[in-house]
């Protein structure tokens, strides 16, 4: 069965540094996504993107975060200089079409130091 | 108001028993529905859509109300490994999902 999948599963930064995680989603996948959860609270949305370009992102994406497809298979979530407060799981997710099911993959725990 | 509402729980049933989730939502134009599981530290996974007729997947039932914005889930006779964190999800327009905080089950022996 495919599956998204992402690396690395755990990156560990000070404050300032820029990160960037990698996600490969599903082949035949149109549709790609960033979410978040810090420990104990909900997964929050932060971007999407279609068509080599971002369709959607909400307030937490600030100028510190983008987006890119840098091949036909990666999608990659950077951020520009690492905050205590972007210490979370960031799951990639993608899907087939819009309002479709969304498969996530296993997440990157992200631990600003 | 909170997008979408969830009981956190936890619900704490014994093997067997049958449980159910429920979840409201806040906004009317939600065009699509689902319910996730999420185990402790690991990714949503997908359990099922949720149509206005309701759906059936085995012991899954799920259930949506939209005049009264209302989704549930049922979950027929529990197993050890149902124990998980069940997260209501509904898409507005666009692609982005919006959880519920999640409703945390425990089936006991």
């Known amino acids: 069965e495919p599956e998204v999948t992402q690396t690395p599963s755990h990156q560990v930064t000070q404050m300032g540094q820029e990160v960037i995680l990698r996600c490969v989603p599903i082949?035949?996948?149109?549709?790609f996504y960033w979410y978040r959860q810090i420990l104990g609270q909900k997964v929050e949305f932060l971007v999407s993107?279609?068509?080599?370009?971002?369709?959607?992102k909400s307030e937490i994406f600030d100028d510190q975060f983008s987006v890119e497809r840098p091949d036909g298979s990666n999608f990659t979530l950077k951020i520009r200089s690492t905050k205590l407060e972007d210490s979370a799981m960031y799951f990639c997710?993608?899907?087939?079409?819009?309002?479709?099911?969304?498969?996530f993959g296993p997440g990157t725990r992200l631990t600003v130091t | 108001r909170k997008e979408v509402e969830q009981d956190p729980g936890p619900f704490n049933v014994p093997e067997g028993a049958t449980v159910a989730f429920n979840c409201t939502y806040s906004?009317?134009?939600?065009?699509?529905f689902f319910w996730y599981r999420q185990d402790c530290r690991k990714e949503p996974k997908l359990l099922m859509s949720v149509y206005s007729s309701g759906n059936e997947d085995g012991r899954f039932t799920a259930q949506l109300n939209r005049a009264s914005q209302y989704i549930s889930l049922l979950i027929r006779d529990s197993k050890l490994s149902d124990s998980a964190t069940y997260l209501c999800v509904v898409i507005n327009a666009g692609n982005m999902l919006t959880f519920g905080g999640g409703t945390r089950l425990m089936v006991k022996p």
């Open positions: 997710a993608s899907s087939s079409g819009t309002q479709y099911e969304q498969y």
């Open positions: 082949s035949n996948h149109l549709y």
């Open positions: 993107f279609y068509n080599n370009e971002i369709s959607e």
């Open positions: 906004n009317s134009a939600s065009q699509s």
